[in-house]
């Protein structure tokens, strides 16, 4: 029997999370449709007997009925998960994060699943300047993004109270680390700014660069997944942020990249844009307190383990 379903399995987040579970001898089935997902984020796992890769698309209900069989928890990490794309496309953002998360929690619930964990986003507080976020803060999306990962947590919610469907819902916080793409036209941005430095471009920075996010590497994000996974019926139905809570202003990234990479950059500044938030920083007692959940791997910590796998494949340096 498959143990665990990674929705998203080829993209960022969802890659680390099949890596840390296949590292621990789980038994893993991951998805993809490659949209946002690369191919070259599960190429280590294809000769694993415990992965199974199946490729698809869950807004098709009946291949997330398929996919779903066997299986006692779903990670369900796939989504369009771009601000600025949803901003430009947003029936497409609006079709995979919420008919695509609606197709798996009805998939799940006909399943009998044990544990479905949705990965929602701290884009959802939009740009309320109160700090730091606390998840009974009202949500004020301010993006497409925002607005159809908000709708998932609902959804997510709903399926506990109304049909029993163990959920657990994870707001992640800015997050970064190895396999995230660099390249892409919506890349975030600090493997964005990775890239520039080892390209010895200089880096862009929308706005002042004085606006602030709660930076979290994977694989803290990562850790969450598992905790939220094997968490008690008090979690159910529960919305937890998944962050640091540490706040770092984009010049002050600049100025550690600077001093990782021993390079001296000055960034570009541009016109803000639209559906940007200007501040963010979690509160993260409620996690620590109901899922045990410690970031172990801080924020300086992270870029460096960043800046080292980059520095390390030629894709990130095309």
Same mark, same amino acid.
């Given at each position: 029997?498959?143990?665990?379903?990674?929705?998203?399995?080829?993209?960022?987040?969802?890659?680390?999370?099949?890596?840390?579970?296949?590292?621990?001898?789980?038994?893993?089935?991951?998805?993809?449709?490659?949209?946002?997902?690369?191919?070259?984020?599960?190429?280590?796992?294809?000769?694993?007997?415990?992965?199974?890769?199946?490729?698809?698309?869950?807004?098709?209900?009946?291949?997330?009925?398929?996919?779903?069989?066997?299986?006692?928890?779903?990670?369900?990490?796939?989504?369009?998960?771009?601000?600025?794309?949803?901003?430009?496309?947003?029936?497409?953002?609006?079709?995979? *994060? +919420?008919? #695509?998360?609606?197709?798996?929690?009805?998939?799940?619930?006909?399943?009998? =699943?044990? %544990? &479905? $964990?949705?990965?929602?986003?701290?884009?959802?507080?939009?740009?309320?300047?109160?700090?730091?976020?606390?998840?009974?803060?009202?949500?004020?999306?301010?993006?497409?993004?925002?607005?159809?990962?908000?709708?998932?947590?609902?959804?997510?919610?709903?399926?506990?109270?109304?049909?029993?469907?163990?959920?657990?819902?994870?707001?992640?916080? *800015? +997050?970064? #680390?190895?396999?995230?793409?660099?390249?892409?036209?919506?890349?975030?941005? =600090?493997? %964005? &700014? $990775?890239?520039?430095?080892?390209?010895?471009?200089?880096?862009?920075?929308?706005?002042?660069?004085?606006?602030?996010?709660?930076?979290?590497?994977?694989?803290?994000?990562?850790?969450?997944?598992?905790?939220?996974?094997?968490?008690?019926?008090?979690?159910?139905?529960?919305?937890?942020?998944?962050?640091?809570?540490?706040?770092?202003?984009? *010049?002050?990234?600049?100025?550690?990249?600077?001093?990782?990479?021993?390079?001296?950059?000055?960034?570009?500044?541009?016109?803000?844009?639209?559906?940007?938030?200007?501040?963010?920083?979690?509160?993260?007692?409620?996690?620590?307190?109901?899922?045990?959940?410690?970031?172990?791997?801080?924020?300086?910590?992270?870029?460096?383990?960043?800046?080292?796998?980059?520095?390390?494949?030629?894709?990130?340096?095309?």
């Amino acid at each position: 029997m498959i143990k665990y379903l990674i929705t998203g399995g080829a993209g960022f987040i969802g890659s680390n999370i099949v890596k840390k579970l296949l590292d621990n001898g789980e038994l893993v089935r991951a998805v993809d449709n490659f949209a946002t997902g690369r191919k070259e984020n599960i190429t280590e796992f294809l000769d694993n007997k415990n992965f199974d890769f199946i490729e698809g698309d869950i807004t098709n209900i009946d291949f997330c009925k398929r996919i779903i069989k066997n299986i006692d928890f779903v990670l369900h990490e796939a989504a369009v998960p771009s601000v600025q794309r949803s901003v430009e496309d947003p029936l497409t953002s609006n079709d995979a *994060n +919420v008919n #695509g998360t609606l197709n798996m929690l009805v998939a799940s619930r006909d399943e009998n =699943i044990k %544990k &479905f $964990i949705y990965a929602s986003s701290s884009s959802i507080y939009g740009d309320n300047p109160e700090l730091p976020k606390r998840e009974d803060f009202p949500v004020r999306p301010i993006s497409p993004y925002a607005l159809t990962k908000y709708v998932g947590e609902r959804y997510a919610q709903i399926f506990w109270q109304i049909y029993g469907l163990p959920t657990v819902c994870l707001r992640y916080f *800015n +997050v970064f #680390g190895p396999k995230q793409n660099p390249n892409s036209q919506y890349s975030a941005v =600090i493997p %964005k &700014f $990775i890239n520039n430095f080892l390209k010895d471009e200089t880096p862009v920075i929308f706005g002042t660069g004085e606006q602030s996010r709660d930076f979290t590497f994977v694989e803290n994000v990562v850790d969450a997944n598992l905790l939220a996974v094997n968490s008690k019926e008090k979690a159910n139905g529960q919305v937890f942020n998944i962050a640091c809570n540490q706040e770092n202003s984009l *010049n002050q990234l600049v100025t550690l990249l600077c001093g990782i990479t021993r390079k001296n950059f000055v960034p570009e500044y541009r016109q803000g844009r639209q559906g940007d938030v200007l501040h963010s920083l979690a509160d993260i007692s409620k996690a620590k307190e109901i899922l045990g959940y410690e970031p172990r791997t801080q924020f300086k910590q992270g870029l460096e383990k960043s800046f080292e796998y980059y520095k390390s494949f030629k894709i990130n340096t095309k």
